[in-house]
């Protein structure tokens, strides 16, 4: 798609005032949910995620089991509200796709192994859409599971880089997604360093590819920061409170 | 309190190496490091790296004393509920019963409770309870509450402390089972003691001096004490 808008200036400073290696602003709260096992709000710029987490419980019906290990099953869903122009409730292509790779990344970092036969489900909700949702949900997935007390290898984190007007520019906004050159949404586990999701819209030089996956890695350790932040002070604070 | 605070682990932070330490419960090893699996409280026992997780799904382990809910009666064993990823078998010949063939829901149906001990757990957490000990029972009135399977050390106290105080000051009968249930039977307002206790134990997990502080909170409304 064609537009006249510059999405980044001369200066190298994008529409909403960032520069091409700054985050949108982000909040994590865990433990927000009292019914779920674990749960999970977070704000990633305009974007509003909410995640519980159920399990590990006896994976029904029996044909889905495996004998050997647990099923991860995420479910990503956008509110009908959560975009200009009501969305139409329900799963479609794309939800369908998303819900798969978030299954698949969160699979590599659950220590399945421990339970055999079970299920552990992810419920991604987001409220509120601007860019970048799979990755906001990933990474409410990663501290809702820690909440929920699940086995962990590592808690897993996603962030996106892209190209804006021939730039390469980390976490892309609504208008930067929708005008821009490429997109390039990563998950990593940050203590090794394994990728857990990569996916690409777009058109990246081999050179600008390996530019915007170093960015986007950078990006997953800020973010993992806030991530265990978010956690110990949600635990550290009831450990203070008792202690007056 | 400014004494040791407990420190809080967060799954992947490493705690230390094979070689200077051994890995304990809530831990994996990689490379020759050792890492935390899970949220939890760091506790080292000499050379010994635990995590005594704060939130998470009971976990059966052979011998332990469960409260179950049975859900189905076949004919020669039953299905019971024990809080666990997985339901569990309670076999005809592991109840002090005689019991003819088909004849189980005279005995145990859906809905009744009772306190069982884990028989076996084998390789794909195949589970079997049993009722074939002198301590265990089905238990008949009361009522069940459930709490965190992670604080049961915590409700129970040392060396049954804990449980023994809230019940000389609430008058119930009481029942913990591992896997994070609690039956209690007594008066109304008794129960209603045992409830705020646990609660109270529950938000403030991760302190010292919990058990006093739980005697002053009875003691404050009770008058008379056997």
Request: proline share 4%.
């Amino acid at each position: 798609m064609k537009s006249d808008i510059e999405l980044i200036n001369s200066e190298g400073k994008r529409l909403d005032g960032r520069g091409p290696e700054d985050l949108r602003k982000i909040k994590i709260e865990a433990g927000v949910l009292h019914r779920a096992d674990g749960s999970c709000y977070l704000e990633w710029g305009g974007n509003k995620v909410l995640v519980a987490v159920y399990g590990p419980r006896e994976a029904l019906p029996r044909h889905t089991q495996n004998p050997l290990r647990a099923i991860v099953q995420a479910r990503y869903n956008m509110a009908a509200f959560s975009v200009e122009d009501r969305k139409r409730p329900g799963p479609d292509r794309r939800s369908v796709e998303i819900s798969k790779v978030i299954s698949e990344a969160l699979e590599k970092v659950i220590l399945v192994e421990q339970f055999p036969r079970a299920t552990v489900n992810v419920n991604i909700e987001v409220l509120d859409a601007e860019a970048g949702t799979r990755c906001a949900g990933l990474t409410a997935a990663g501290v809702a599971l820690v909440d929920a007390g699940i086995p962990l290898r590592d808690i897993p984190v996603a962030c996106a880089a892209g190209k804006i007007g021939g730039k390469v520019v980390l976490d892309l906004g609504k208008e930067e997604d929708n005008f821009g050159d490429a997109d390039l949404p990563i998950a990593i586990a940050p203590r090794t360093g394994e990728v857990l999701l990569l996916q690409m819209d777009g058109h990246f030089t081999f050179d600008e590819f390996n530019h915007a996956f170093d960015l986007a890695v950078k990006g997953c350790h800020t973010v993992s920061e806030l991530q265990k932040e978010a956690i110990i002070t949600k635990y550290q604070t009831v450990a203070e409170e008792v202690q007056e | 309190m400014p004494t040791k605070e407990r420190q809080i682990v967060i799954p992947g932070q490493m705690l230390g190496t094979t070689s200077a330490n051994r890995a304990g419960r809530g831990t994996f090893i990689e490379k020759g490091k050792i890492y935390a699996e899970r949220l939890g409280v760091l506790n080292m026992q000499d050379k010994f790296i635990h995590i005594i997780a704060l939130k998470g799904r009971y976990d059966p382990v052979v011998g332990d004393m469960v409260i179950g809910v049975v859900e189905e009666a076949a004919t020669s064993n039953w299905m019971v509920d024990i809080n666990a990823p997985y339901p569990a078998l309670l076999h005809v010949n592991e109840v002090p019963w005689e019991i003819e063939f088909a004849d189980t829901e005279k005995y145990l149906n859906t809905g009744d409770t009772i306190l069982a001990k884990v028989l076996s757990v084998d390789e794909s957490k195949k589970l079997q309870v049993t009722l074939n000990d002198r301590n265990l029972f089905k238990l008949k009135g009361g009522h069940i509450i459930e709490f965190e399977p992670s604080l049961y050390r915590r409700i129970i106290g040392k060396k049954f402390s804990m449980i023994e105080i809230i019940q000389k000051y609430s008058r119930c009968r009481i029942k913990v089972g591992k896997n994070g249930r609690i039956w209690i039977d007594g008066e109304a307002d008794g129960i209603e003691k045992v409830l705020q206790a646990i609660a109270t134990i529950e938000s403030e997990a991760i302190s010292y001096g919990l058990t006093s502080r739980i005697e002053g909170l009875l003691k404050k409304d009770t008058k008379d004490v056997r």
